[in-house]
């Protein structure tokens, strides 16, 4: 079992950049495959981005593909979610997840550990 907490959220303007951070507790952090979902209001929980662990192989959603980068730092126990040229259906609360495999999944009843969530809002 792993906890998560996200960090690194806040208002930006449509066209700017955040970088969000997962911190997780836990020896085997480098076994678990990390995704990053969000959830805006009224609509339901989507799948944004996943890395498995080494070798690193990613998988993101085709709304943030070529404008969001997941990473991973293992030695920090930390996944980090770079989001550039953000536009205002960008606006969700980002919710980082572990998963206990290398399989990459996008659907979110395969994460079974979730940080509490971290506000992103872009203004047009």
């Known amino acids: 079992q792993v906890q998560l907490a996200e960090s690194g959220g806040g208002l930006v303007q449509a066209g700017g950049s955040l970088r969000l951070s997962c911190a997780a507790s836990?020896?085997?952090?480098?076994?678990?495959?990390m995704g990053w979902f969000r959830q805006a209001p009224g609509k339901e929980r989507e799948f944004v981005a996943a890395?498995?662990?080494?070798?690193?192989?990613?998988y993101y959603a085709d709304s943030v593909k070529a404008r969001f980068t997941i990473s991973r730092d293992n030695a920090k126990n930390t996944v980090y979610l770079q989001m550039n040229n953000l536009k205002p259906e960008d606006t969700a609360v980002y919710y980082c997840?572990?998963?206990?495999?290398?399989?990459?999944?996008?659907?979110?009843?395969?994460?079974?550990?979730w940080g509490q969530g971290t506000q992103v809002t872009v203004s047009s």
């Open positions: 997840a572990a998963r206990y495999s290398g399989t990459l999944r996008t659907e979110h009843i395969y994460y079974s550990n």
């Open positions: 836990g020896r085997t952090f480098s076994m678990y495959t």
């Open positions: 890395i498995n662990y080494s070798p690193s192989s990613t």
